[in-house]
């Protein structure tokens, strides 16, 4: 099945400091989404995005279909953005798993 | 319009029990998926209902099952408890159009199994 790629694990800012997140897939996808994780455990939609580049607030996102990747940018980073941030794709072949997620990235913002 | 809720939040059972997890989606979702997270194997799907049949399953043992209802609700549960199944259990609901449809996820319900 596809697998999906996710840099860096862990990850320490300081407030107000910009950061770039990674997601890589093996395999052509035509969906591809973002979720925060809060600390409560909800996944938190972010974006829906196959292809292109999405803008919302600090947040924004690309994704090179054509490549196979997807790169999530946070500006001016909150202490309220820490949390651990997923990548999540279809299995293209559409075989058992509706959505096959990466390991995730964990973000700390410190005060 | 509410967004996915599931009951119970929490839930602390013993090694043997059986379990039933319940997870309503948002108005006019028809496809349920329920997904398990443990610190150590991450997300994994666990099985996807539409129009109340299963559509897919994941990779896990018989002990997993679910259902929906017709009013699109879902339950799963997991029969003969074993340590291993504490987890957060996370359903999604999508409106259903295919593997493009955008997932919205509930608020997870914590399962402790002792």
């Known amino acids: 099945g596809i697998q999906v790629e996710q840099s860096p694990p862990d990850l320490i800012l300081q407030e107000g400091a910009n950061s770039t997140l990674r997601c890589n897939f093996s395999?052509?996808?035509?969906?591809l989404q973002w979720f925060h994780q809060n600390p409560w455990g909800q996944l938190i939609n972010l974006f829906y995005?196959?292809?292109g580049t999405k803008q919302n607030g600090r947040l924004s996102a690309t994704t090179v279909a054509t490549e196979r990747y997807s790169l999530l940018y946070i500006s001016s980073s909150q202490t309220t953005d820490s949390g651990v941030y997923f990548c999540a794709v279809p299995n293209p072949q559409g075989g058992s798993e509706k959505l096959v997620f990466g390991k995730g990235t964990k973000l700390t913002v410190n005060p | 319009k509410a967004g996915v809720t599931q009951t119970p939040r929490y839930l602390i059972k013993t090694r043997g029990q059986q379990v039933t997890l319940s997870c309503s989606p948002i108005?006019?979702?028809?496809?349920v998926s329920w997904y398990q997270q443990t610190p150590g194997q991450g997300l994994q799907f666990l099985f996807e209902y539409f129009s109340e049949t299963q559509r897919n399953k994941g990779n896990f043992p018989g002990r997993f099952s679910g259902r929906q209802f017709s009013n699109s609700r879902s339950e799963m549960n997991v029969s003969t408890l074993e340590l291993g199944d504490s987890a957060l259990y996370l359903c999604?609901?999508?409106?259903?159009?295919?593997?493009?449809?955008?997932?919205?996820f509930g608020p997870g319900t914590r399962l402790t199994v002792l």
């Open positions: 995005i196959p292809s």
């Open positions: 395999d052509s996808v035509n969906n």
């Open positions: 999604a609901s999508s409106v259903y159009r295919g593997p493009t449809d955008t997932q919205y």
């Open positions: 108005s006019g979702h028809r496809s």
